[in-house]
């Protein structure tokens, strides 16, 4: 099965920008969560969809960032207008079932590694 | 707030060897679990090994152990017989009610590597 996947891999933009990132999920999985790592820190939870609905976003860090999942099928996680901040590596992750154990692990995708100049 | 701390920011070892990297957590969940992801250059995000903490055993996948100390709050991955493409970078991760069980909190990551 294909993974999960992101686009785009890399985006350079001026601070003040908009960007948007796109996540698709492996097929048939309802999970879909978004994490960040700024450089040299954590990777941290952004917010998980259970299908086209948001269960959780209380890791958005401010209004400047909105995530959406029409559908419930690929995501898309807008940065508007881009603070120097916001340069990191933002992952998509997926999963049939809700997270929990071997059986239901988070599958991840590549990242989209954004800079904000 | 949930806790994981990776104290190794850089490990190497020889090809053929064993290598423990370790992970810490501190929680007050009664019921939590553990995940270990490795992250190689190409940047992808792969799921290793899991260990439940109220497994009887700790978790074994292939050349993977989680060596699991529920006392003492750590969960080191080992790795038996290195090979090359094993150089990556390990995250360890908590989930736990008190995260709401639907997020991952993840360690700062160790950089392994495995030398010839």
């Known amino acids: 099965e294909a993974g999960v996947t992101q686009f785009p891999s890399h985006s350079v933009i001026e601070k003040g920008q908009t960007v948007t990132l796109r996540c698709d999920p492996i097929?048939?999985?309802?999970?879909l969560y978004w994490y960040r790592r700024v450089m040299g820190k954590e990777i941290k939870f952004l917010l998980h969809?259970?299908?086209?609905?948001?269960?959780?976003e209380s890791g958005m860090p401010n209004n400047r960032f909105l995530a959406e999942r029409t559908g419930g099928t690929y995501s898309t996680l807008k940065v508007q207008p881009a603070e120097l901040e916001d340069s990191g590596v933002y992952f998509c992750?997926?999963?049939?079932?809700?997270?929990?154990?071997?059986?239901?692990?988070?599958?991840f995708g590549n990242g989209t590694r954004l800079t904000v100049t | 707030a949930q806790k994981i701390t990776q104290t190794q920011p850089g490990m190497f070892v020889q090809e053929k060897e064993a290598v423990t990297l370790d992970c810490t957590y501190d929680t007050s969940d009664p019921s939590y679990g553990l995940f270990w992801y490795k992250q190689p250059s190409s940047g992808e995000m792969i799921f290793l090994i899991y260990?439940?903490?109220?497994?009887?055993q700790n978790a074994t996948e292939g050349r993977y152990s989680l060596n699991f100390q529920k006392a003492r709050k750590s969960a080191n991955l080992v790795i038996s017989a290195s090979q090359l493409g094993d150089s990556a970078m390990y995250f360890c991760a908590f989930q736990g009610r008190n995260t709401g069980f639907q997020k991952l909190v993840f360690g700062t990551g160790t950089r392994l590597l495995v030398s010839p």
């Open positions: 969809f259970v299908k086209e609905s948001k269960q959780d």
């Open positions: 992750a997926s999963s049939q079932d809700l997270l929990g154990g071997q059986n239901s692990p988070l599958h």
């Open positions: 260990q439940g903490s109220y497994d009887q």
């Open positions: 097929s048939g999985h309802d999970n």
